[in-house]
C-alpha cells in the first residue's frame, strides 16, 4: 500500500471500538433520511392535481364529487381538503369552525410529516459526542503508553493518537 493512500477500512479499524456506534448512527440517520424523503415525495406527487381537481368540481357546484375526489387521493393536501369541505357542506359550520377544522387537520397531517424527525435529530446530536469520547479515548491511551514507559517514543505515542 502506497504510504499517501490510507483506506476505508483501515481508518476505520484504527478508530477503535468507537468507530461501530458511529457507524450505527450513520446507518439509523441514511434510514430515517430514505423514509423521509419517501414519505415526502408521496405526499408531494398527487398535491397539484388534487386541487387542480377538487377547485374544478367545487367550482362548478358539485360539493359531494369534491370531497370525494379529495378522499380518494393520499397526502396531506387532500386530507385537509376534505375536512373543510365536509365542515363547508354540512351547512352550518361559520368561518371560525372551518378554519379551526382546517387548522386541526392540518396539524394532525404535520405531525404525521414531521414523524422520526426525532430520530434524525438525536443522532446528529449524539454521533459528534461519540466521536469526541473517542478521542478522549486515544488521548487516554497514548498517555498511559506515556506513562507505562516512563518516557516519550513517538512510536508509544503513535497508536493512541491515531485513535484519537
Not at 33 to 40: G, P, R, Y
Not at 111 to 118: A, K
Request: charged residues 15%.
Amino acid at each position: 500500500m502506497d504510504a499517501s493512500q490510507y483506506h476505508l477500512l483501515s481508518l476505520f479499524s484504527d478508530g477503535g471500538f468507537m468507530m461501530y456506534p458511529l457507524v450505527l448512527c450513520s446507518l439509523i440517520a441514511l434510514g430515517v433520511i430514505i423514509a423521509k424523503s419517501w414519505t415526502l415525495w408521496i405526499a408531494h406527487a398527487s398535491t397539484k392535481t388534487v386541487l387542480a381537481e377538487v377547485e374544478e368540481a367545487a367550482s362548478e357546484g358539485r360539493l359531494v364529487d369534491a370531497i370525494e375526489l379529495a378522499a380518494a387521493r393520499p397526502g396531506p393536501a387532500a386530507a385537509i381538503l376534505v375536512a373543510g369541505l365536509r365542515r363547508i357542506s354540512s351547512g352550518d359550520a361559520g368561518e371560525r369552525e372551518l378554519a379551526a377544522a382546517i387548522r386541526t387537520t392540518g396539524t394532525i397531517e404535520l405531525g404525521f410529516l414531521e414523524r422520526g424527525l426525532v430520530i434524525l435529530a438525536t443522532v446528529a446530536n449524539v454521533a459528534p459526542l461519540m466521536g469526541f469520547l473517542g478521542t478522549v479515548v486515544g488521548m487516554i491511551l497514548a498517555f498511559a503508553a506515556i506513562e507505562a514507559a516512563g518516557d516519550v517514543d513517538p512510536t508509544l505515542v503513535a497508536g493512541g493518537i491515531k485513535v484519537a
